[in-house]
């Protein structure tokens, strides 16, 4: 047995990253070169569905990266054609911008309520009112 573990785990990490990608386990299986028996038998491991987990995640973190790099610029180009000479221009950013802004507030809002939750409910002094 500990002759298959150190050839079994060097498929893990790169079964783990295909299959993040949204790639089926005998695809990913087949990309890495790893036999399917081995990887479908990685796969149902806890640490095999935790790297996934993480990768997926960190992949999600760098795309929010990226799309609040966009929304950045997409706003500087929002405020931009607020001093454009065509009325109509002017008028259709201002629509948008107040379009915009209500819902970013309430999801501000609402992320700190629950944050707010949060820290009540981990607070040792809590008491439920009856």
Same mark, same amino acid.
Do not use: N
């Given at each position: 047995?500990?002759q298959?573990t150190?050839?079994? +785990?060097r498929?893990?990490e790169?079964?783990?990253?295909?299959v993040?990608?949204?790639i089926?386990?005998k695809?990913a299986?087949? +990309?890495?070169?790893?036999?399917?028996?081995?990887a479908y038998s990685?796969?149902?491991s806890p640490?095999?569905? +935790?790297?996934?987990?993480t990768?997926?995640t960190?992949s999600?973190?760098?795309?929010?990266g990226?799309l +609040?790099?966009a929304?950045n610029?997409?706003?500087?180009?929002?405020v931009?054609l607020?001093?454009?000479e065509d009325?109509?221009?002017?008028?259709?950013?201002?629509?948008?911008?107040?379009?915009?802004?209500?819902?970013m507030?309430?999801l501000?809002e609402?992320?700190?309520d629950v944050?707010?939750l949060k820290?009540?409910?981990?607070?040792p002094k809590?008491?439920?009112?009856t």
């Open positions: 047995m500990t298959k150190p050839k079994r +785990s498929f893990l790169p079964l783990a990253i295909a993040a990608g949204g089926t386990i695809a299986a087949e +990309s890495v070169g790893c036999s399917l028996p081995i990685l796969s149902r640490e095999f569905r +935790s790297l996934v987990s990768v997926r960190q999600i973190q760098q795309a929010v990226t +609040s790099i929304a610029k997409a706003a500087a180009a929002l931009a607020l001093d454009d009325p109509k221009v002017r008028l259709g950013a201002v629509a948008r911008v107040f379009a915009a802004i209500t819902p507030t309430e501000h609402l992320r700190q944050a707010d820290e009540q409910m981990s607070s809590l008491r439920i009112a």
